[in-house]
């Protein structure tokens, strides 16, 4: 009597993790259905709200002061030429060349003394016939949201066009916007299809980040410094 009782107790307690288990599992796929959704509703919404202020010719692009080019490594993971990298110091160069803009903000990450993405994108424009005077480094780029902010904030910008690849361009432009900042973007030549598909993936994912960066988590970018463009630092 008393192992039968043993025995109903052991399938009770069974019955019960097996229901807890299911319990479990359910909430996980319900979350991991939650942060899909989020994750595409997040994409068409930063896409969605840009497309109207992005160009891919020259000739339909309005002209603007000042551009903010958005850096990347001159290497690729490979330790091949960066195509990224490549194609926006090519359309930075052509459209300061046809007149489209005058000055140019290079900003991007310079976390140590052996990675430096506003030099390499200087001396890159340099070798395409760009003068040096006309350029500013921006070395505190580490992250888009800090490059917009630090154009506002720093270099006192409120109307610039932002240079890069379209799929990057879309969420530095969200980012603009509600940052109070009247962007445009010009797009940088694409990559081939299948070049760097870790890339897209990172980007597909930086969107809701940047939702969230936006409007809710507003994490701290360094703007203690504030600098004049298009003036000698004597003038100032």
């Known amino acids: 009597m008393y192992a039968i009782r043993q025995n109903f107790q052991e399938l009770k307690i069974q019955q019960a993790t097996r229901a807890q288990v299911k ?9 991991i259905f939650a942060c899909m959704v989020f994750i595409l509703l ?31 490594s001159k290497k690729s993971e490979k330790g091949t030429e960066n195509l990224f990298f490549k194609y926006r110091m090519e359309a930075t160069a052509r459209l ?18 052996y990675y430096n ?8 424009l340099l070798n395409l016939g760009i003068p040096e005077n006309v350029m500013t480094l921006d070395y505190a780029g580490f992250r888009t949201f800090d490059s917009i902010v630090r ?34 973007s010009f797009a940088a030549q694409d990559v081939p299809d ?3 598909f870790r890339t897209l993936v990172r980007e ?33």
């Open 42 to 72: 997040c994409n068409f919404w930063v896409v969605y709200c840009t497309r109207q202020y992005s160009y891919f010719s020259i000739e339909s692009l309005p002209p603007n002061d000042v551009a903010l080019v958005l850096g990347t």
């Open 194 to 196: 299948g070049y760097s």
């Open 151 to 184: 154009c506002k904030k720093v270099f006192n910008q409120d109307n610039f066009t932002i240079i890069s690849q379209n799929f990057h361009n879309a969420r530095a432009l969200y980012i603009a916007h509600n940052e109070g900042i009247n962007a445009i």
């Open 96 to 113: 300061f060349k046809e007149g489209k803009i005058k000055y140019i903000i290079l900003s991007g990450n310079n976390d140590s003394q």
């Open 204 to 236: 597909y994912l930086a969107r809701p980040k940047a939702v969230l960066d936006v409007h809710i988590l507003r994490p701290a970018a360094d703007v203690t410094s504030n600098i004049q463009i298009g003036k000698n630092e004597h003038d100032e």
């Open 117 to 124: 993405e506003p030099l390499d994108m200087q001396r890159a």
């Open 23 to 31: 319990k479990l599992i359910k909430i996980i796929l319900a979350l």
